[in-house]
T-cell receptor, first 109, second 110 residues
Framework: EAGVTQSPTHLIKTRGQQATLRCSPISGHTSVYWYQQALGLGLQFLLWYDEGEERNRGNFPPRFSGRQFPNYSSELNVNALELEDSALYLC????????FGPGTRLLVL | QKEVEQDPGPLSVPEGAIVSLNCTYSNSAFQYFMWYRQYSRKGPELLMYTYSSGNKEDGRFTAQVDKSSKYISLFIRDSQPSDSATYLCAMGPSARQLTFGSGTQLTVLP
């Protein structure tokens, strides 16, 4: 069974630009979670999608947004990038518990 | 006070040692407890998953949950250099709502 996949693996942007990150859940999983893992800060919950709907969001500004497609894949968009958005962005899908992808490392210069 | 507290380490042990990793929490509604292992620059990998109190063993790994003390532990027996990673505890009222510890960095020296 293929795991959670994310693309791209690395992304370099400059301040003020927009970033789009993509995630494909494990086949049969309908829920997708996004987390930010900044250096030294642990995993911070960003967004939860289930059956195409946003179910919950963490304490992040509105410039962090996303969506879930009919095939349950998901996209995270970060607008007006700031230097502190540099982090590893992790996607997870849910069955009995959350299973993580390899992450997208975003660097904002 | 954070909802989940985890000693960040770093923790360094010789090969073959028994490693004890711990987390404390404050929310009595937490019923689901997980341990993830994260190698450098990779995504977290699920190691152990327990529901409510008790012990669970899987090979060299044992997870313990003490809900009365709001304390969970992960024990690694006969530690190997390949166990060198960051270990994250995670817990919540359901697997849909997890709060993560900040991670403990473990190095097992050959």
């Amino acid at each position: 069974e293929a795991g959670v996949t994310q693309s791209p693996t690395h992304l370099i942007k400059t301040r003020g630009q927009q970033a789009t990150l993509r995630c494909s859940p494990i086949s049969g999983h309908t829920s997708v979670y996004w987390y930010q893992q900044a250096l030294g800060l642990g995993l911070q919950f960003l967004l939860w999608y289930d059956e195409g709907e946003e179910r919950n969001r963490g304490n992040f500004p509105p410039r962090f947004s996303g969506r879930q497609f009919p095939n349950y894949s998901s996209e995270l968009n970060v607008n007006a990038l700031e230097l502190e958005d540099s982090a590893l962005y992790l996607c997870a899908s849910l069955r009995d518990t959350q299973y993580f992808g390899p992450g997208t490392r975003l660097l904002v210069l | 006070q954070k909802e989940v507290e985890q000693d960040p380490g770093p923790l360094s042990v010789p090969e073959g040692a028994i490693v004890s990793l711990n987390c404390t929490y404050s929310n009595s509604a937490f019923q689901y407890f997980m341990w993830y292992r994260q190698y450098s620059r990779k995504g977290p990998e699920l190691l152990m998953y327990t529901y409510s109190s008790g012990n669970k063993e899987d090979g060299r790994f044992t997870a313990q949950v003490d809900k009365s003390s709001k304390y969970i532990s992960l024990f690694i027996r006969d530690s190997q250099p390949s166990d060198s990673a960051t270990y994250l505890c995670a817990m919540g009222p359901s697997a849909r709502q997890l709060t993560f510890g900040s991670g403990t960095q473990l190095t097992v020296l050959p």
